[in-house]
Every structure is written in structure tokens, then in C-alpha cells.
T-cell receptor
């Protein structure tokens, strides 16, 4: 079965640089979520989009922005990167209605900021 | 505010049952979830339970929900070495498209 696709899988950046992470949801899923997981930590919700509109907002820094496009894929843009931004970034997607709002996670993008 | 708590470690012998516990504080949580994460990997959705249910069983997995005490548990029968991972419980505070709030995760260690 098709899963959530994230690219790139690994990314190395320097402080103050920018990064763009991409997420392709499971086909027919219209809702996308972004999470950040630091080393040894639980995933922290950043932001979500439903039908290309921002749906819920968590602990996303002002330096980060995200959007969902007409084909439902999403991009997380990160600027002025800091050492503390080094983490695993997960994207998840879910079906339109019901189904327990099950969120299916992608394999993650490992961002290292030097 | 939501807060989800779990024990950090659980050690069981291979073949025994594992019971991983979780407490949550948001009484409006509609759905509660269990995810599994192996080292360096993504989060795998194991199962979920709707807040009007007490129990849900899926093969080796049994989820129990005590809504009065806001307590959730995951029982894994006949624990195998492949079950070794971090198990996260998570809550969805209200409706659709909301971000999940995760517990800190329980490291399940399997002894031969």
C-alpha cells in the first residue's frame, strides 16, 4: 500500500541557512500534519492543513512556514536555521472524514544543522 | 492544556504479555492512539480507540480505556523480540485535523 513520502530523507545545513522539506500524502488523503521530534523526545505537533487551508497550529516557530498545494502535497519552509532545529521532521496524512482521524506517518526527514 | 504521561521503560520476558500504561488529562479527547517507533524509523500506527469504547482487540493487541480515570493501556500478548521498540500513546483533543499530543514514550525491552 502507498505510504506518505517525504523528501529529502536527510539534510545537512549550516546555521542561518534555509531548508525546505516536502511531503506527499497517501492518495485520497486531504489532511497533512507536520511534527518535529528531537533526539530522545516525543513528536511535537507543528502545523496541519486541511483542503489547502491551515487547520491547526502547534509549536511552530515564526521562522518556519508551511503550505499545502492543489495536489495536496505540503512543504515546510525553515529559515534562519538554528542548532536546536536539528531533529527528525515527520509528515503525516489522514482521510477526509471519520475513520478515527488516523494519522499515518512518513519515514521522516533528518535535519542536521551545523 | 493536554498532558500525556507514560512510564519510560518496561522490561518483559519473551513470550510473556506486556502492558504499557498511559494517562491523559484532556477529558475532551475523542480518539486515543498507540504508535510504535523502532530505532531510526518512523511512527507506525498500531491501533486506536474511540472515547465511548472500553476495550478494543486486534490480534495480539488489546487496548483498555478507563475514561473516568483517564487511563489507557496497551497489552501485547506473547511478546516477541520484534516488539522491541518505543511505544507512544497519543490523544486527539477534539475533532479532525487536530495535531496529536504524544506521551514521552515507553521503551519496551524484551529479555530472552
Amino acid at each position: 500500500a502507498a505510504g506518505v513520502i517525504q523528501s529529502p530523507r536527510h539534510l545537512i545545513k549550516e546555521k542561518r541557512e534555509t531548508a525546505t522539506l516536502k511531503c506527499y500524502p497517501i492518495p485520497r488523503h486531504d489532511t497533512v500534519y507536520w511534527y518535529q521530534q528531537g533526539p530522545g523526545q516525543d513528536p511535537q505537533f507543528l502545523i496541519s492543513f486541511y483542503e489547502k487551508m491551515q487547520s491547526d497550529k502547534g509549536s511552530i516557530p515564526d521562522r518556519f512556514s508551511a503550505q499545502q498545494f492543489s495536489d495536496y502535497h505540503s512543504e515546510l519552509n525553515m529559515s534562519s536555521l538554528e542548532l536546536g532545529d536539528s531533529a527528525l521532521y515527520f509528515c503525516a496524512s489522514s482521510l477526509p472524514t471519520g475513520h478515527g482521524n488516523e494519522q499515518f506517518f512518513g519515514p521522516g526527514t533528518r535535519l542536521t544543522v551545523l | 492544556g493536554e498532558d500525556v504521561e507514560q512510564s519510560l521503560f518496561l522490561s518483559v520476558r519473551e513470550g510473556d504479555s506486556s502492558v504499557i500504561n498511559c494517562t491523559y488529562t484532556d477529558s475532551s479527547s475523542t480518539y486515543l492512539y498507540w504508535y510504535k517507533q523502532e530505532p531510526g524509523a518512523g511512527l507506525q500506527l498500531l491501533t486506536y480507540i474511540f472515547s465511548n469504547m472500553d476495550m478494543k482487540q486486534d490480534q495480539r493487541l488489546t487496548v483498555l480505556l478507563n475514561k473516568k480515570d483517564k487511563h489507557l493501556s496497551l497489552r501485547i500478548a506473547d511478546t516477541q523480540t520484534g516488539d522491541s521498540a518505543i511505544y507512544f500513546c497519543a490523544e486527539n483533543p477534539s475533532g479532525r485535523a487536530d495535531g496529536l499530543t504524544f506521551g514521552k514514550g515507553t521503551h519496551l525491552i524484551i529479555q530472552p
